[in-house]
């Protein structure tokens, strides 16, 4: 059990993972390989590489930068892209052997579900805040949230114990100033980014409250003296007070009914008159799914989800072929299980019939649009699921069809995202549908000579004049049966060579010095040779 995490984080060298843009469902999570780590427990190197965290680090943050940081960090555990994503998040394992560490990864996600413990209900705040924050690619998002709700957790109970014994010295003494001493000092020893999770102006109203509770009728004077109103001080939501302003409530709603005109338009143009049912996107497509189209795998979360980009495309007149070629694009992709069994064509092993090396990229404007997503703060927050985006964003999957709108998708990820707006306004070229089917947005590069795989050798090849066994296939064991002229396999076998003068041996006998089953042609011609049917040669 560790107690301090400040033991934890001197001078080790910390060797930070590059962050993997990967477009299975699935985050894999390089295991942690370096010598200073050892005699440390998994649990403690952990904790190390999260205090390298960029906010840990950080010299000095204001308080309304620390806001902002951790209304970053907290997005993906606390918002409606959880819920959206939580698919995702659920099969997030560590890429590791450690049965610790996967065991507590499999426990983080069955605590969320109610079905396990809490993994993390030994480990002290700083701990908690550190696993909360973590931006080093450590921890997954699961572990992350139950970490966060375990402070969360330990943070409101704490709120509401200053309040039950501000009452209680109400009551007493007719005075609180000493429990807004205590709740003043628990404040100061926060971290800045746990002092982010407090309402904006909180400290300034209780160091107030605290100068004028001093002395006799200290509570009256600080308008105090009511259970009522030390609530109201010390007491607050700590979700509301850790989202930034720019998070509109408004804009990342996203109603879960189907009685809305968004979800009406959606069942209408995706799947006719009637709604189809949610296909498993956890395992590959069968035989009997090939008649099912893309929209079938579309979760009910997506499906909620794109009942608002219909809503919104009709409100700003857009023409909703751009939100059918997206929602087809993200079927696409939940029915090939998150992209799992799709083959990246950027692997190195594309060539065509010529031998020349395959390798595929976007248009450059394509490629811009791309790259500006992604170093945008709305990639971060969108509630579209950003492991599709990455996707979509790679030229080797799918690279000889074209996939959606890039400047259509990139005003709706800017839009359902923190950093949009009710007023955010569509482009007016997206009232016509004007992407052309011929027109590729992805570049085919050839490599300049050809670089023909070696020829597969046969084992064996047949003739005019019967079987001739290969050099690789006499290395193997095959030879040719010397009565027959068929193909054997010579196999070892310590049984005496079977006898040759019954009538029909050749024929008959075994090719294989290990017992087999007859077939019907063997059966048949062994009764023919009992009742004497089969003349000797």
Do not use: C
Not at 502 to 518: F, P, T, Y
């Amino acid at each position: 059990m560790i107690h301090d995490i400040k033991a934890l984080s001197v001078s080790l060298p910390i060797t930070r993972p590059a962050q993997t843009t990967t477009a299975t469902a699935v985050q894999y999570i390089e295991p942690l390989a370096n010598p200073s780590y050892d005699g440390l427990s998994l649990m403690a190197q952990h904790l190390s590489r999260a205090a390298s965290s960029s906010w840990a680090n950080h010299p000095a943050p204001s308080l309304q930068q620390a806001r902002l940081e951790s209304a970053r960090l907290l997005a993906p555990l606390t918002d409606e892209t959880y819920r959206l994503n939580k698919s995702v998040h659920d099969s997030e394992i560590p890429a590791t052997q450690d049965r610790e560490w996967l065991e507590r990864a499999r426990q983080a996600t069955g605590f969320l579900e109610g079905r396990a413990g809490n993994p993390f209900h030994e480990l002290s705040r700083p701990q908690l805040a550190l696993i909360s924050w973590d931006d080093s690619q450590t921890f997954t998002i699961n572990e992350r949230r139950a970490a966060w709700l375990t402070l969360k957790g330990r943070q409101d109970a704490q709120q509401h114990r200053f309040a039950a014994d501000a009452q209680k010295e109400l009551a007493t003494t007719g005075r609180v100033e000493n429990t807004l001493k205590q709740a003043l000092t628990h404040y100061r020893q926060l971290s800045v980014m746990e002092q982010a999770q407090h309402p904006e102006g909180y400290i300034e109203r209780l160091e107030k409250a605290l100068a004028q509770a001093a002395g006799s009728e200290g509570a009256k004077r600080a308008h105090l003296d009511t259970p009522a109103r030390l609530e109201a001080l010390l007491l607050f939501n700590t979700d509301a007070a850790g989202k930034t302003a720019t998070a509109s409530d408004e804009v990342l709603s996203v109603p879960q009914t189907k009685d809305t005109p968004g979800y009406k338009t959606l069942v209408e143009r995706l799947y006719g008159k009637f709604e189809h049912p949610v296909m498993d996107t956890n395992r590959p497509r069968r035989f009997e799914d090939i008649g099912r189209g893309f929209n079938d795998y579309l979760t009910q979360a997506d499906r909620f989800l794109f009942a608002r980009f219909y809503e919104y495309a009709q409100e700003q007149g857009a023409e909703l072929q751009y939100v059918d070629r997206l929602a087809w694009e993200l079927g696409e992709y939940r029915s090939l299980s998150h992209g799992r069994t799709l083959i990246n064509q950027n692997d190195g092993t594309s060539r065509d019939q010529n031998g020349h090396r395959l390798t595929f990229s976007y248009t450059p404007e394509n490629a811009e649009i791309i790259n500006r997503i992604r170093s945008s703060e709305a990639f971060k927050t969108t509630l579209l699921d950003t492991r599709f985006l990455e996707f979509a964003f790679d030229p080797g999957f799918r690279p000889f069809s074209n996939g959606s709108d890039k400047r259509f998708l990139e005003q709706m990820v800017t839009r359902f995202s923190a950093q949009g707006s009710k007023d955010y306004a569509l482009d007016a070229r997206f009232a016509h549908y004007d992407h052309d089917p011929k027109t590729k947005d992805k570049i085919v590069h050839r490599s300049s000579h050809a670089e023909r795989s070696p020829r597969w050798e046969p084992m064996f090849v047949s003739t005019k004049d019967g079987w001739a066994i290969t050099a690789k296939g006499k290395a193997a064991g095959f030879g040719l049966d010397p009565v027959s002229g068929g193909l054997v396999i010579h196999t070892p076998s310590a049984m005496p060579a079977p006898k040759t003068d019954e009538n029909m041996a050749g024929w008959v006998q075994q090719r294989v010095k290990k017992a087999s089953l007859l077939h019907p042609f063997m059966m048949m011609v062994a009764k023919y040779k009992a009742q004497g049917r089969v003349r000797r040669p």
